[in-house]
């Protein structure tokens, strides 16, 4: 068999620079799909590769590089492509990708493995995918090493036509044996990555609970900067290999079925490891294991011998490991791996003279008939705009969902090219949220530097400031778009046009704050949204209300009026609902039966939480099992707690901390009634707009924001007059008393709203 053209699926960031090269360097030509996957893994190498030699359509590379493969089915026309243009297909590491797979493609499948913490028989079981894979004639599984099949089922065994070990990074052999020739340092190097995940969460305090000790560093990139000073993160890849080889060793303190790779890249650099039994780099011992850790109450004596440099221990440690170490040489690795790939693929055809369409590159635009647009700057270098909620990345506030909705319709709309600003630590945010635009080159990330996990207040200022002198010195930039002016203060610096968004806008003389100096703070970003709407070319308001509310201050200067527009906005109404929640049984047990009043806010003088509990003091009168649950501390604002104390609700208060997207779905669809006392909003706000999809009876204030976009259908919903008590115990008495009818007279509000949605083309058409 001849293989032409092979799909590589694969992600992982040292898989893709030795597996996926070498593959090339045969002479087979392999497809690599983008990892646009929502799912973080700390492995996965995001760059999506634009210019990988091909010999496909270019429309035909285009759908494949868009298309996110990973976690997804595959669609009936993405199956099709695969199907037509493509002779042979290696998936690797993942089940569940190969599951997905198999139901699409046709051809003959290689599954390339490499160790895993669990039986992966069993998760082929769970899955159902056994059936598919006996059943299938052109189907093979590569595992890395023999060892890692001793726990897997016989039929899976069956299928494993070869064993091909894999070797590290090309970049480690630049350093082969560095560790002799380096200056030590008294630190045990070790390596635990992101311990925001479970899996690494347990390793990590399982390791920190045997080695108290104060002398390792621990490697591996994290997603957020823990506070353990012992953690150094992700460092530059010649930086993070000149400092293990400058560490006195290494320790392996995992104890499953894997077997990571900077344990070997620290044997290649020449230097020793010591590790914990039952793993797998301790199963590829052949009995002799000088560095083997039994116990970690054991290990003082060894890990002495090492930071004091222990001639003769160190040198039995070296001489042992070396079997180890050239698994992974890719002297040892490359023919291997020829051999046993072009067995199972076929000889490849003669290398072909590949073309290299005139592709998107970083930093350049698809060309565009005619004069080319300008390029637009987005500015979302703001931490608060968007999180991670398990899988799903949302939006912290109206202006976070507004600015996904508008750049979306700036890519569908317009001929613009955009450069969006994140800070480095947000960045793989945005690149989940715009993945399909970014892989059509439509959209460019600039991660300002120093905005990662380490990164500091003045680090994070200067590279604001950098990035806005980077944007006056480019000739290629039209317009920038502000999502708020007092997010983003250095827009002013800004040489060229702007488009300013506001979500809201409150008077200042109307605006509560709960301590002086909060009055100052609110002062010096009113003094800044003045400059930036009196210097914008345009601005954006939320909603009629709170262009009026602008119009009306004569600060802004009288040609204000003239440059505001009110977009349609696109109400998540129709978005999918939110995810679950694993809290739902906790949620159960906290509430034990009772019902609640629900307000998900911050804590803010705006928002009214001692009115409401107010209002909740006397509802209990007549309701006395009646709970109230909230999201914020009463201790934020002065006279709250007070409030609490006074009337004795305290125990009869639940605070949600830390509530996701799944968390609040679970206490929206519980709850007894929504209960909303804020005196402001620029437009209906988020939680009216939850309350209705999930079927909770709302009781608010009447504000002119809500009473405006809702029009006659205001009145379907409980609305209450500001701030008074006995307006709002009959709303909520009435919601207590009926939900049924509450929640059946509300329900055409969300047809409405979703009728609100409209388009964005007035935006849109104001950046050209």
Request: contains cysteine.
């Amino acid at each position: 068999m001849e293989v032409k053209r092979i799909f590589w699926f694969g992600m992982h960031k040292v898989l893709r620079t030795t597996e996926l090269r070498q593959l090339r360097a045969l002479g087979y030509e392999v497809f690599s799909p983008a990892y646009l996957s929502p799912i973080y893994d700390q492995s996965a190498d995001r760059t999506i590769d634009v210019d990988q030699p091909t010999t496909l359509p270019k429309e035909i590379f285009d759908e494949l590089l868009g298309y996110n493969f990973f976690y997804n089915a595959v669609s009936p026309r993405i199956a099709e492509i695969l199907n037509t243009y493509f002779d042979a297909a290696i998936v690797t590491i993942s089940a569940d990708w190969l599951n997905a797979f198999l139901g699409a493609y046709r051809g003959p499948v290689v599954y390339r493995i490499y160790g895993q913490h669990f039986v992966l028989s069993n998760r082929i079981l769970e899955l159902g995918l056994w059936e598919k894979l006996i059943a299938r004639d052109s189907f093979s599984i590569v595992p890395f090493a023999a060892e890692t099949l001793d726990r897997e089922h016989d039929w899976f065994t069956a299928l494993c036509h070869e064993i091909v070990p894999y070797q590290i990074p090309d970049d480690v052999f630049a350093f082969s044996g560095s560790w002799a020739r380096s200056e030590r340092r008294r630190r045990i190097a070790t390596h635990i990555p992101n311990i925001e995940n479970p899996y690494y969460q347990a390793a990590y305090e399982t390791f920190r609970s045997q080695y108290p000790q104060h002398v390792f560093e621990i490697s591996g990139p994290q997603r957020s900067h823990p506070r353990d000073p012992s953690i150094t993160g992700a460092l530059p890849r010649e930086d993070f290999l000149r400092r293990l080889a400058s560490a006195s060793g290494f320790l392996y303190n995992y104890s499953d079925e894997v077997c990571y790779l900077t344990p070997i890249e620290m044997m290649e650099l020449g230097g020793p490891v010591l590790y914990a039994p039952d793993s797998l780099l301790a199963r590829f011992y052949d009995g002799k294991t000088p560095g083997l850790i039994a116990h970690p109450t054991l290990a003082t004596r060894k890990l002495r011998a090492l930071l004091d440099g222990d001639p003769a221990f160190i040198a039995d440690v070296l001489a042992a490991q070396e079997t180890v170490r050239k698994r992974y040489d890719r002297a040892v690795v490359q023919p291997l791996f020829a051999r046993a790939f072009r067995r199972l693929l076929g000889e490849p055809e003669r290398k072909p003279a590949f073309e290299v369409h005139d592709r998107i590159v970083r930093g350049a635009a698809a060309p565009a008939p005619g004069k080319p647009a300008a390029a637009l700057a987005v500015l979302l270098h703001d931490a608060a705009l968007f999180s991670r909620d398990g899988a799903r990345v949302a939006a912290g506030d109206g202006t976070g969902r507004f600015m996904v909705n508008f750049v979306r319709a700036l890519v569908e709309r317009s001929d613009h090219r955009l450069i969006i600003s994140c800070l480095e630590r947000t960045r793989e945010l945005l690149l989940d949220l715009f993945a399909g635009p970014i892989a059509q080159g439509r959209v460019e990330l600039h991660a300002l530097e120093g905005t990662g996990a380490g990164g500091t207040p003045l680090s994070e200022r200067v590279g604001r400031l950098d990035f806005i002198a980077e944007l006056n010195r480019r000739t290629d930039i039209g317009t920038m778009i502000v999502p708020h002016p007092s997010r983003f203060p250095e827009a002013l610096l800004f040489s060229g046009p702007r488009v300013t968004y506001m979500e809201a806008y409150q008077p200042p003389e109307e605006r509560i704050h709960a301590f002086a100096h909060l009055r100052e703070e609110d002062l010096e970003r009113e003094a800044v949204a003045v400059a930036a709407l009196r210097g914008s070319r345009a601005v954006l308001a939320s909603s009629a209300y709170t262009s009026r509310c602008i119009a009306a201050n004569p600060a802004f200067g009288g040609d204000i009026a003239g440059k505001l527009t009110v977009p349609e906005r696109p109400y998540p109404a129709a978005d999918a609902p939110l995810p679950g929640t694993r809290r739902g049984r906790e949620f159960s047990a906290r509430m034990g039966g009772r019902p609640f009043i629900f307000y998900p806010t911050a804590n803010e003088p705006v928002r009214h939480i001692a009115f409401l509990l107010e209002v909740f003091a006397a509802l209990r009168v007549f309701h006395a099992d009646l709970m109230i649950v909230l999201t914020d501390h009463l201790g934020q604002i002065p006279g709250v707690g007070e409030v609490a104390d006074a009337r004795h609700l305290k125990p009869h208060i639940e605070i949600v901390e830390g509530a996701g997207a799944g968390d609040l779905r679970w206490l929206y669809e519980h709850a007894a009634a929504l209960c909303l006392t804020s005196s402001f909003e620029g437009d209906v706000p988020q939680q009216i707009i939850d309350a209705l999809r999930y079927g909770t009876p709302v009781v608010a204030s009447r504000l002119p924001a809500i009473v405006e976009r809702l029009g006659p259908d205001a009145d379907r919903l409980l609305l209450c007059r500001p701030l008074d008590v006995a307006s709002f115990t009959q709303g909520l008495t009435e919601a207590l008393s009926d939900r049924p009818a509450a929640t059946a007279r509300q329900a055409k509000v969300l047809t409405r709203l979703a009728l609100c949605a409209g388009d964005m083309a007035a935006a849109v058409a104001l950046v050209d």
